[in-house]
Nanobody
Framework: QVHLVESGGGLVQAGGSLRLSCAAS????????LGWFRQAPGKDREFVAG????????FYADSVKGRFTISRDDIESTVNLQMNSLKPEDTAVYYC????????????????WGQGTQVTVSS
């Protein structure tokens, strides 16, 4: 079992930046693929970014490419999402997730989820 807790959400103006962090506890997650998802009101949850087990491969939704960066720190057991040039359409609850296959892409089933953190971007 991997327990995930997100932090760093908040209210920011369009064009601003936020950094989300997710702390993991439980099983060592150095072999896990990690990801960030989001869900806006009235919409399905969507994949935002992912990173494979060794950090050498990253994956991004087209809507955030060039603006968001995912990273992991296996010593601190954290996965981070740096979000720049934020837009009102980025407003959502953001969730971090982990999967035991080590891939980190949207094609893999993520099995462990945090409770989410709200990100609101004002225009």
């Amino acid at each position: 079992q991997v327990h995930l807790v997100e932090s760093g959400g908040g209210l920011v103006q369009a064009g601003g930046s936020l950094r989300l962090s997710c702390a993991a506890s439980g099983r060592p997650f150095s072999n896990y693929g990690l990801g960030w998802f989001r869900q806006a009101p009235g919409k399905d949850r969507e994949f935002v970014a992912g990173i494979n087990w060794d950090g050498r491969k990253t994956f991004y939704a087209d809507s955030v490419k060039g603006r968001f960066t995912i990273s992991r720190d296996d010593i601190e057991s954290t996965v981070n999402l740096q979000m720049n040039s934020l837009k009102p359409e980025d407003t959502a609850v953001y969730y971090c997730a982990a999967e035991p296959y080590g891939v980190g892409s949207s094609r893999v089933k993520f099995e462990y989820w945090g409770q989410g953190t709200q990100v609101t971007v004002s225009s």
